[in-house]
């Protein structure tokens, strides 16, 4: 069984680049992007791989498209996501423990649904310590200005004319766990409704919650996460899933796909909660990698590829984890943009 989050291996990209000179066509473009001879000048094909995906990355960020960038990837943890429900199942089965259990124990220990209204400064974890004090005081400050009875939009608009960090207030729609980052989400499940949060620091900045409703899960939308929780205790579910896996094919593939068609037929689905926390685990990886490689939203099109060519040759003990990281994904991010390539 493959783990959730699992890592696709990059797909060779064999780039010929053209002699560029003078009105010559660009030696490699990347959706709008476009780089010259020069600029790729003895890098090798896996370095100009690495190149096409950073600028992909990149223009994902400029213009906040950063979800559909790992959709492919997105789409293949939640088939892993339904494979660990599935070898969940198989275990529960294996071990006779029936429905009867599953709801006696969601009784005692339910799922939630939050809804939270939230004042953020932001300040990331990666800013200079004055940045985020000075943040941090001023979140204390929308706190006791909250606490006085004044309302969100007004406590806003006071903190923006401090100046400094950027303040922003807004509404979430209900989340669930694994939606949210886990700061704010143990924050906000500490409160009754109505309640305000002290100041809560998360990867964004410093927040201030206001539990506005909070809602029990229904079971069956509980269920899939209460299987894995479950199964565990009793067995190994990734060994359970080998031993029946085994018997449904002579080779990975054939054997996936007959797990992804007894999950489907079982009527087992990955829940709106499981696909959030996927997104949140991919968002929170881009976040971390555009932070360490330059990338930021509103970036134009030629300043994305002075940026991945800064991001490629960086020496930056960060930016080098970045690199490794995103090199794992790299078939996943050369299929959001038209690569093009002139010939020699």
Known sequence: MRSTRRRLGPAFLAIAVASCGGGEPPA????????????????SDSRRELLVGLTALGLAVADSTTAELGRPLLDEWAEDRLLDILAAELTLERNGIGEEVLRARYEVDPDWELTIRHLLVFSERWRADDHRVAARAKAERGLALLRSGADFPAVEAALAAEGGAEAREGTLPPSREGALVPEFWAAALALDPGELSPVTETQYGFHVLRLLDRQEVPFEDARSTLVREIAPTVQNPARVFEGWVAEQGDDDATRRE??????????LRVSAADEAELLRAWETDVLSWSTALGFRQGLTPEQVGQAALAALASSGQLADIARRELSTHLEALHSRYPVTAGTP
């Open 28 to 43: 490699l473009t990347v959706g709008p992007v476009a780089y010259s001879n020069a600029d790729l000048l003895g890098l």
């Open 258 to 267: 007959a797990a992804l068609a007894e999950a489907r037929s079982r009527g």
